[in-house]
């Protein structure tokens, strides 16, 4: 079955630097990845999809790779700042071809130091 | 934008409690999920909807059951409540097109 591996470490950078998070899957590559922003107590927010096509994806200071060869996807965000600290989370889907589509990762916690 | 609303944000009962929580969203998706979110664990799938009436079991339906009698509306049942399903619940309401899911802010629910 389809694993996702996120940095299961916290993340801490300084405020302007950009952050760089990483999701690896194993077996299959999926159709379509995407990541979300999850702040504590509350449910994770859609952020950006990007298909297997493409290469990479852009919103705003938001950017996110797709590399099917080497099962990655990385997710940036440039100009760092404290209210982008969160968990973030990437999600794949899953291939079975079902309903069931999509399976997350645990997430990494983001922490942008003033 | 869409909205997707739970019916608690915090809820407290006891062991052995019928517990319903309810999930409701506005924009018309068939397809409505049922997570429950653990520290270290991340999210994991309870039961799934894509149609009225219409349910399927996702990865740990053990204990839970759930209802989907009008499209706009899922709601999951704790049969008898248990200790080890105090968790954080949220509700997803998903596009066809890409799976994008929509989440609703959560109901921490704690079982004494």
């Known amino acids: 079955s389809q694993k996702i591996e996120q940095n299961s470490e916290a993340l801490n950078i300084q405020e302007g630097k950009t952050a760089t998070l990483t999701c690896n899957y194993t077996?299959?590559?999926?159709?379509?990845l995407q990541w979300y922003r999850q702040d504590p107590g509350r449910g994770p927010v859609f952020l950006l999809l990007?298909?297997?096509?493409?290469k990479e994806k852009r919103k705003e200071r938001l950017k996110v790779t797709f590399d099917t060869t080497l099962k990655q996807s990385l997710f940036h965000i440039t100009a760092s700042q404290p209210a982008d600290s969160a968990t973030y989370l990437c999600?794949?889907?899953?291939?079975?071809?079902?309903?069931?589509?999509?399976?997350f990762g645990i997430g990494t916690k983001l922490q942008v130091i003033p | 934008d869409v909205k997707v609303t739970q019916s608690s944000r915090y809820l407290v009962k006891r062991t052995g409690e019928k517990v319903f929580l309810e999930c409701v969203q506005d924009?018309?998706?068939?397809?409505m999920f049922w997570y429950r979110q653990d520290p270290g664990l991340g999210l994991r799938l309870i039961y799934f909807?894509?149609?009225?009436?219409?349910?399927e079991k996702g990865d740990i339906p053990e204990g839970y059951s759930v209802s989907r009698e009008k499209k706009e509306r899922f709601s999951l049942i704790l049969e008898s409540a248990s200790t080890n399903q105090t968790s954080m619940y949220l509700c997803?309401?998903?596009?066809?097109?890409?799976?994008?899911?929509?989440f609703g802010p959560g109901t921490r629910l704690t079982v004494l």
């Open positions: 999600a794949l889907d899953m291939g079975s071809g079902g309903y069931q589509k999509v399976t």
């Open positions: 077996n299959y590559s999926p159709a379509y």
């Open positions: 990007i298909r297997e096509n493409e």
């Open positions: 924009m018309d998706h068939e397809n």
């Open positions: 909807s894509y149609d009225v009436k219409m349910k």
């Open positions: 997803a309401s998903v596009t066809g097109i890409t799976d994008t899911q929509y």
